[in-house]
């Protein structure tokens, strides 16, 4: 543990509803202006929801320039390509890279690592098949024949879900660990938590984490809706009239080195990897414990690889999707781990919406916003704290961080949790 | 370092298109017979592609009582709820109440699964026209089936399995296409290196055999068209070899702390030893031809299992048979191995069982503690004509009897990612 190496943040980026920079986003949040507003991926007025956080204003070309690429991935991938791209501008790395000697550069490439979160795919993807389908008129026979003419061949690539691996590899020339998680909610949670015991493992000196996902699709729409998990009015974690979550869209990126690495080349860090800690449930697809064990075993695990005790803990990003049983098994999580004295928690969703696999790694970034600002932010949606919950420190205005330390919490379907933690740089410090 | 990080493979289960269970497989496996065939799924007499590699004559409530757990279970998550039964049986210890915590999960799953019907039964509703429809789902019942939504989730084969075998730790699935299987028992070996978990379930499952998966192949011209001859349709290495063939199934493993593992006298088939991982970030579908990502992969499972790689005496190649992957493999394990390749048997079991894309890993992660187990390195079935371009020591005509040392298997996928995973014989290893 003690010769493990320090793993520090030198590059963020992020993409959605609320914003394409890092900035912007912190900006809507900090203004309590919600992304979330009418649907306008399909027609929704004869619907029973209405509501996401989509990302209408941005081209894909202001996402990823080459054009030709926008024919070979999917929307999400967009999303995540540009995030990554934003991250691995900020950290500095290229320009370092370019200052190595080709052995040198090779050297970096084949240590760089690539971990993406990502949401697996979509159903919309299969839509692609319906001319052909039209055609079959339920004859597989003719399905087969006509195969070729109707649809594109590069179908399959286009809906990989290792994409934005793949396509960050290719730009950057990026060659070394990689991993694509594809586990729900907890994906990109996953994935900087993998990215960063790669580094300390020495398997990697630096690497990309990427979150990504586009659930904003009629069919995935509607069966969280018949399943209850949706609000058709407002996301509102931990409120007594909570009634569902809201879908967004986007992507997050961070990059990872060892301090040692940033320090040589100069990089400022924008803050530190302190620790990760995973487990499940157990409970299947649907369940969670209405008592967040899971959750609160995650919060141990963290606490421990980082060494640090629950009051060292500044500051909780909670998942807070705004359904009912989440919000409510999460408080409980949080108060058995902290006791009844918690430190200043928040949930972020209200502002972008639920972003599934993207939503750990989107909450991180903010997270790291929030230390430097010294601003927990408030939730506006937040009116009445659920009695059932109280008390419990979510405020609808801001409060201040106990430390530079955040917790940030990630939970997903199959039981899933995830908590990491890190240390922030504030803005006050770096002068 | 006073404890002994090693890690040991003690259970193993397979579904494979030549057996339901790893006996089955295995001695399939060894004779070179094949389970390719005529797809008898469903009517694929359209498609430019065929032929397939079933799972035949899987009836998996035999092993199963519980009717609601398969309510929630699509095809490939059956074949990897029995694969993992077999795996934890065979193994002889499960999660129980005091170590559920201290179990962990990874698996390669396969890509998000509409069923064929289910497709259907969406653009009825909603496709007929030039434009999405989206209203058409309002009204129906069948599209929007909650059941089926459940089946579909990416991770919804890791929630089956953790809730089955009352797994509470650490739990993962991964997806880098033919790649998936091998990361995700990389990714085991490092959580139990961490100390994350002391035993872990591991393994991959997929089922692309249906007209969509089929379909998305068939388009990139990546399969083998040879439907008069599909026993011999898959032939890595060979001169002819036109293209992999899509199979299905799924392979588990127990991992365990080597310690607790001889301390509770289970029978251990090898060490994992070492896992390498890399990204050729070259093209989507191909590495270079000079073997340049693979070839990192294969040094970094080498270098991670305290391995020189002249105790290597087994390659599970991942061979699918594509002109590409083979000729840039072999070069790979040229540049890895040097002169002692030619010392190496190496084998892709593709040849029988096809390519099982997610699965594929864990089932070769499979065939690799049984080659080990047994001393025998299984044969690379259907090679006739050996393409002076794979120039490597394949194991032909029959399977080799032969003490293995150290064996390698290599997953390369289809985006870049690539896998090695590296074993050793469990006499050779040493532990404090």
């Known amino acids: 543990m003690s010769s493990s190496p320090r793993i520090v943040i030198s590059g963020l980026g992020a993409v959605c509803g609320a914003g394409r920079t890092v900035d912007a986003i912190w900006d809507a949040v900090q203004g309590g202006r919600s992304a979330v507003t009418l649907i306008s991926h399909w027609d929704t007025a004869k619907w029973p929801v209405h509501r996401a956080a989509e990302i209408q204003s941005v081209d894909n070309q202001t996402l990823v320039e080459d054009r030709k690429l926008h024919k070979l991935i999917s929307r999400t991938d967009l999303f995540g390509l540009y995030a990554a791209s934003t991250a691995i501008e900020q950290s500095g790395l290229l320009s370092h890279r370019d200052t190595l000697g080709p052995d040198g550069r090779s050297h970096f490439n084949e240590r760089t690592g690539v971990f993406a979160g990502s949401g697996g795919g979509n159903y919309q993807s299969s839509y692609e098949f319906f001319p052909l389908l039209t055609t079959a008129g339920g004859n597989l026979q003719t399905f087969g024949r006509e195969l070729s003419s109707l649809v594109n061949p590069m179908w399959l690539l286009k809906n990989l879900p290792n994409n934005v691996l793949c396509h960050v590899g290719i730009r950057y020339g990026f060659k070394g660990a990689n991993a694509c998680i594809t586990n729900q909610c907890v994906g990109s949670a996953l994935a900087v938590a993998e990215a960063a015991a790669s580094i300390r493992a020495g398997e990697a000196d630096r690497a990309a984490a990427i979150g990504h996902d586009s659930p904003i699709e009629p069919e995935t729409v509607l069966h969280y809706h018949r399943f209850g998990l949706l609000s058709e009015a407002a996301l509102r974690p931990f409120d007594r009239d909570r009634d569902g979550t809201v879908f967004g869209e986007g992507a997050a990126a961070l990059v990872l080195e060892t301090s040692v690495g940033a320090q040589a080349r100069k990089a400022a860090p924008l803050g530190e990897f302190l620790g990760s800690g995973c487990a499940t449930e157990g409970t299947g697809i649907l369940d969670l414990r209405p008592d967040g064990d899971g959750l609160s075993q995650a919060i141990r695990l963290a606490l421990a690889d980082a060494g640090l005790s629950p009051e060292a803990v500044g500051m909780i990003v909670a998942h807070g999707n705004g359904t009912r049983a989440s919000d409510a098994s999460e408080a409980m999580a949080i108060r058995r781990v902290f006791g009844e004295n918690p430190p200043p928690v928040t949930g972020l969703k209200w502002a972008y919406g639920h972003l599934i696999a993207a939503s750990g790694v989107l909450d991180l970034v903010l997270a790291l916003t929030a230390l430097r600002q010294g601003v927990v932010p408030g939730i506006p949606t937040l009116n009445s704290l659920d009695p059932d919950i109280a008390p419990f420190p979510v405020s609808s205005t801001p409060q201040q961080p106990r430390s530079d330390v955040a917790l940030i919490l990630s939970r997903g379907f199959g039981g899933m949790n995830v908590a990491l933690l890190v240390r922030g740089v504030s803005s006050r410090s770096v002068g | ?432």
Not at chain 2, 291 to 314: E, K, R, S
Request: one cysteine or more; proline letters at 5%; a negative charge.
């Open chain 2, 1 to 432: 370092m006073t404890t002994c990080r090693r890690i040991a493979i003690t259970g193993i289960g397979a579904v494979t298109p030549v057996g339901n269970d790893v006996r089955t497989t295995w001695s399939n496996l060894r004779a070179g017979r094949s389970g390719l065939g005529a797809i008898r799924g469903f009517d694929a007499s359209g498609f430019p592609t065929q032929i397939g590699a079933e799972v035949k004559d899987f009836k998996p409530e035999r092993a199963f009582r519980d009717r609601k757990l398969f309510k929630f279970a699509s095809r490939t998550h059956q074949f990897a709820l029995t694969a993992a039964e077999e795996a934890l049986v065979d193994a002889g210890i499960r999660p129980d109440q005091a170590t559920c915590q201290r179990w962990g999960f990874s698996a390669g799953a396969g890509m998000m699964g509409v069923t064929f019907a289910e497709l259907e039964s969406v653009h009825r509703f909603c496709g007929a026209g030039d434009d999405f429809d989206a209203d058409g789902l309002l009204d129906q019942r069948f599209p929007a089936d909650p059941i089926a939504f459940c089946r579909t989730q990416t991770n919804a084969g890791l929630a089956l399995l953790t809730r089955h075998f009352g797994i509470r730790g650490y739990a993962t699935a991964v997806h880098t296409a033919c790649a998936s299987g091998g990361q995700a028992l990389g990714t085991a070996l490092r959580v139990m290196r961490r100390g994350q978990a002391d035993f872990m379930l591991a393994g991959g499952y997929d089922s692309m055999l249906n007209p969509i998966g089929l379909s998305g192949f068939c388009l990139l011209e990546a399969l083998s068209t040879d439907n008069d001859t599909p026993e011999r349709a898959s032939r890595p290495f060979d001169a002819t070899r036109n293209g992999f063939v899509l199979g299905e199934g799924a392979g588990f493993l127990v991992l365990e702390n080597w310690e607790s593992a001889r301390l509770r006298g289970a029978q251990i088939y090898a060490e994992l030893a070492g896992d390498g991982n890399s990204l050729s970030s070259y093209r989507i579908t191909d590495s270079h031809p000079s073997g340049d990502g693979p070839i990192q992969a294969m040094q970094q499972a080498l270098t991670d299992a305290g391995m020189a790689p002249d105790v290597v005496d087994y390659v599970n190649a991942h061979g699918t048979s594509t002109p590409m992957n083979d000729r840039s493999e072999c070069a790979a394990l040229r540049a890895v191995m040097g002169p002692h390749i030619d010392q190496v048997a190496v084998s892709s079991t593709k040849s029988c069982m096809g390519h099982l894309i997610a699965a594929a890993g864990a089932v070769e992660a499979v065939v690799c503690a049984l080659a080990i187990r047994d001393g025998i390195a299984p044969v690379n079935a259907n090679l006739v004509q050996p393409d002076p371009d794979c120039d490597v020591n394949v194991v032909r005509g029959q399977s080799r009897p032969m003490r293995i040392r150290a064996a390698l298997s290599n997953s390369l996928g289809f985006g870049g990612s690539n896998s090695c995973l590296a074993f050793r014989h469990p006499d050779d290893v040493t532990c404090p």
